[in-house]
Every structure is written in structure tokens, then in C-alpha cells.
């Protein structure tokens, strides 16, 4: 099992899937980009120079990237969506085909820690490879993402968020329209909306309140996942571009720079880009809620703190 601060992953190695596995629907362009937000082409400073930055994660220094006009989805996909999908072409999710996901300690039903499939990860102990955690079973067995509907969808790898974009005619957005995206017209601000965290004592995200691990205030509303519409949308209409779950991007995962337009990050490696942060992010751990910062996973890794929202 590979482990990574903000969410643990499989070990790399399995193959990726030849194909999504199921027939693919046509779409007319605007069934497709309907409700989506456009972007337009144009300059963009991406990347930071934060001094809280991990130095290992690249994010700096800032610098300037030509993108073209692409849309991407307001909010992430949510549990009713991933239903539809599921539904209508039968998917099984690889949480659901290993069995098992990784669930926040706190989160976990009295069932779920029953149900773990090995101890707790030395490094990361309140990460638990629940037995039966998946999509459906968001919090390990007991629980049901019937309850939440309008929340984003997890326990999803990024092999399932490429198959559920397949099925809708979209993809995954790069790296830097993410970035680009969640910037929200503001240039080198910290968060999606400014510098501040809070704004007029109001929060603005769903990330961790408290003492980490083990003591969330919910000082935001929120002790797990949020509605995906629970806060303000930045400048372009985007909703929790920070906080809430991380979002799986196009891109594998490096740290050297790969052009200035439209750039698709490396073209090989065993991980894949995640963006935005969590809901489990706090300052004195994972302050990864900051628009700049970025980190990683393996494609077929799950967890309860991961979604995606889709581009096209």
C-alpha cells in the first residue's frame, strides 16, 4: 500500500483499462457543454511561490501558460450523477472490484472498523483499508451515499472518473486548466476568491477546523464531505475549487516544467495529478488547499476524500 500525506494509495503497477468497458453514448456538443463553464483562451500565471509550500511538490516558481478555450463543469460529480452513470452502463467501480477503500478514521462506521482488510498505515494511521468502502458505501459498511446525493462522489480512482467522463463526452481537465480554472480571473491570489482564508468571517471552503487528527470543530458547516454548493463560486462560477474533496486531473504526476502552451504534464510515470485539497486538509499538516498547490495518487487508488468535476 503506497501512502501519501493527503490520500494513501494502492501500491502502482496495475494495468490501465484498454477501454472504458461499456458503449459509448453519442452526444450532441450541446447536451454536452450544457451548464458547463467556458474559459477563454488566453495568458495565465500559474503556480506559486508560497512559503508554506512542500518544496517537493513544484509548485513554484510562478509562471506564465497559454491555454485554449475549454470548459469544465461548475461543480464536482456528484453521488446522483455517478448513479446515473452506474446505472446506465452497469460500471463497477475498482474500489468495488478490489473490495475495499480507504476511509478517515473519524468517518468510519462502527461496521467499517470491523471490516478492515489490514492494520491501520504506520505513517498515516487515521487511514483505515475498510472492507466493503466504496462510492456506494462512502463511510465503509453501514453507511450509503443514498443520504448523499448532491454531494461529490468518492472512493473513485481515476480510472473511474475517465470511464464516467467517457460516458458523458467529456475528459478530465489538464492540470493548468484546472488551475487556471479555479484561479477564477484572479491572478496569483491564495485561495480561489483572494488572499484571505476567511472574508468577513465567513468561510469560503470545507477543510479541517481543530486539532488534527482527531478533533474537528466543523467550524465551516462541515465535518466530511459538503453539497457542492455549500459556499460562494469564485469569479467564473466555479464552486469549492479549495477544500472539500481533491480532484483527479488528465495529468501524470512530475516536477519538471512540460511547455507553456496548453501544457499535458509528462508523458510517463505512475501517477496521476489530484488538485484543490480536502475536506481533511488543516495548516499544520496538509495546507494543500492553497490554488497553487498540487500532489498525487496512483490511477487505481481510492479514498473517501478524492472526486473529479470534468472539462471539455
Known sequence: MAVDCCAPGREPGRPEPAGP????????????????????????????????????????????????????????????????????????????????????????????????????????????????????????????????????????????????????GKRLPTEAEWEAAARGGLEQARYPWGDDLIVNGAHRCNIWQGRFPHVNTADDGHVGTAPVKTYRPNGYGLYQMAGNVWEWCADRWGTDRTGDVDPTGPDTGTARVTRGGSHLCHESYCNRYRVAARTFNTPDSSTGNTGFRCAA
Open 21 to 168: 468497458g461499456f458503449p459509448v453514448p453519442e452526444r450532441a456538443r450541446r447536451d454536452v457543454l450544457k451548464g458547463m463553464v467556458r474559459v477563454e483562451a488566453g495568458r495565465y500565471v500559474l503556480g506559486g511561490d508560497d512559503p508554506d509550500a512542500n518544496p517537493g511538490d513544484a509548485e513554484g516558481p510562478p509562471r506564465p501558460v497559454t491555454l485554449s478555450a475549454f470548459h469544465i463543469d461548475p461543480v464536482c460529480v456528484t453521488n446522483a450523477r455517478f448513479a446515473a452513470f452506474v446505472k446506465a452502463t452497469g460500471y463497477v467501480t475498482e474500489a468495488e472490484r478490489e473490495g475495499w477503500s480507504y476511509v478517515f478514521h473519524t468517518s468510519a462506521t462502527p461496521l467499517a472498523r470491523r471490516s478492515l482488510v489490514a492494520g491501520s498505515l504506520p505513517d498515516t494511521p487515521w487511514w483505515l483499508p475498510v472492507a466493503g468502502a466504496s462510492w456506494r458505501a462512502p463511510a465503509g459498511p453501514g453507511s450509503s451515499a443514498a443520504t448523499l446525493q448532491n454531494h461529490p462522489v468518492v472512493h473513485v480512482s481515476w480510472h473511474d472518473a475517465v470511464a464516467y467522463a467517457t460516458w458523458a
